[in-house]
């Protein structure tokens, strides 16, 4: 993406129309070209080319691909983006082309209205009835899903592939027609609002498997899966498979009984991104793709418990050379499987690669300490962001790719905590709320299916300390104020449903879902009253109040809100505590049971929300309760902060995440407490999901003892704790600087080194501040 544009006009207006191809009723999967020639006297010194598409493009300029995209978007928003291509103009004949994909079937990452290209270069060329378009002949539909989340599988027939069509080569096509569909036109249609991603080509580093599959063939494409899962592999004969010293290129001979061949590359990372396959083979060979993070058995698992899960695509190729991968969509994998099939002359991989993609974070965060593990889950965490990150946050690379809002109140935060505030976080709440209903509820999901409801309530409730973080750290108070008529929505969306003493029940019918703890050992809160969703009202009553404060924003409301938060605090114990054990018993069901459940994070949200009791303190380290998984340990870690319980803390961190660091893999897995891994989620857990990367914030705040407490950490609090550790340093990242921390065990004490950057100051446990410099100050542990 050289050549994008960060939109200087953001008033700007498309007078070119969306153009697509005519197409039967039901039809879906749909893939096509569009081409258009025009002249020009002279190339003028700058022309900026515009272009949206539903959902997804490739585009070319007189041969040459300039760019793809656009970012995701929702059902109520579009994003286009801006190109600055005149150095690839020419004085005469210009050709644009152009891929354009929809799978017009909803799933979790697109939410497509109707195939479309809208592109305008004003006063030169924009997209009307005067293109040329056709269905791309080369992709086969209709084709089974590669995922429920993440919509259709790649059949490619290379043999009906060409390129001239890049040149303007449009015989027989047809004249495009103009899309006027209601949902399509209904989108707002914006300027891109991320920088590009940053594109790394990698090579795999090992083929960790190889073996001949016998000749044959599924009877379907919807039994490809179970089949590529269940054929017998047996070992590769001396000399079938040839391989330059360098591992660049390998050469599959044919084998007289017509067996095929099975290799498996391992990219030893996690990627989101398009695989690159240059093979030389003969007309009619067939190769079959599985995607994966993992080998089961020693190949890539295409067959799961639940069947919406498959990670399958299959390409037939053409005589001669063929490059195999996707061309717009994405895949994410760390290991790849390919199958050989149906070649009686030897098939030659020129090269094997990938093109990953990320956001362009920076690495301004930074801790290191004396416990080596500790700085290897730093790592993990930063790593397993990076990964989960392309233009929006997203849960994992492999099975979803999805913007799960509820998984944002950690990657907020902690993204903040690695990376410090991006454009990144404006686009996920921009695309999150977007989604508001009239009721005033915020989806989970973004964007979410027509056909879904995963209208999440404790995720509502997040959102109100995810724009809390976002201020803190970024200082961005014009963001926040822009939602704080949305929190108000939702605020009130609660408050129909607290009954006379001001107790809430989450609504019938939506998944009452907080952490996959519960769900992981058969506890569901659906149809449940409970004291988590009333303690998070409480706290987002507050943290309102506060961050309004904070913005200069008047909602009017705030002892109104005040008066509800006494209210509702107030009915928490009468409702939920158990007088035999002192600790808050939630109803809940298991199976068919109606029971209760005492949980570490009921009684973290609780603290958090001001219900201080002794007895919830110790909660927290109570290993009889019911621990959460990865992800909202968040709030546990939190409240373990605030009231002097670090050190169990840091052994919680070490017990858990340790446990992942020594597993060598270079990401977290979406669950690690109570099921590990693939073992999760039926055996589709995934190996890399920044819900789990809570240790970052806990290292900055828990142990370098930093926490902001003026917005863009105009002011922050300096309590460091070194625990049992000996030494620990790391940077902060402000919109003014990075804050830079040194610790030391200095007797019973801590000599830390603070260097504050210009515009902010530090306030020390006894009160005192210290401004902008280096100082160099004893101080207690905080714990």
Known sequence: MDHLVMEPVAGFRFQA?????ELEPGYENCYFQAVREFELDEVPESALLRIAADTSYVLWLNGLKVASGPVRGTAKLCYFDTLEVAP???PGRNVIAALVYSPVRENFIVAPAAPALRLEIPGVVGTGPDWKLRLAPEWKTPVPLFSLQTGFMVHRDLRLAS???????????????????????????????VPALVETFLRPTDLLNCAAVAPGDAPSLDELPVYLNREPWEPLPPGRLQQEADGGMYRIMPDPAGKGAALVFDFDRELIGRLRVVAEAPAGTVVDIVYGEELDEGRVQSEFVRPIYRFTDRYILREGENEIGTVILERGFKVVQLVFRNFGRPVCIRSVGATGMRYPYVHRGRFHSSDAELNRIWEMCVETLESCTTDIFMDCPWRERAFWVNDLVVENRTTLAAFGSSAIHRRAFELAFSQQTPEGWVPGLCPQPENENFMLPATNLFLMTMLYDYLMASGDGGTVRRYLPCMERIIEAFERLADAGGLISAPKGYWNFFDWGFELNDYCFSNCRESMINSLYVSALQCFNETAELVGYDSGKRQEYER??????????????????GYLADPVKRGDEDTTV???LAHALALLAGLERERFVAALTDETLLEPEFYLHFYVFRAMIRHGRRQAGLERIRRHWGRMARTGFPTLYEAGVYQIGRASQNRSGSLCHGFGTSPLEFLQTGILGVTAVAPGFAEFSFRPALLDLTFAEGRIPTPRGNIAVRLERSGQGIEAELRIPEGCSAVLPDGSKLETGTHLVQLEDAE
């Open 163 to 193: 390129d001239e069509w890049k040149n303007g080569v449009t015989e027989g096509w047809k004249n495009a027609a103009v899309v006027t569909d209601e949902k399509l036109c209904g989108k707002e249609l914006k300027p891109r609002n």
């Open 564 to 581: 509800r938060q006494r209210r509702t605090a107030a009915a928490i114990e009468p409702a939920f505590l158990s007088p035999a054990t």
């Open 17 to 21: 129309d969306w153009i697509g191809p």
């Open 88 to 90: 690839l103009l020419r």
């Open 598 to 600: 005492s949980s570490q």
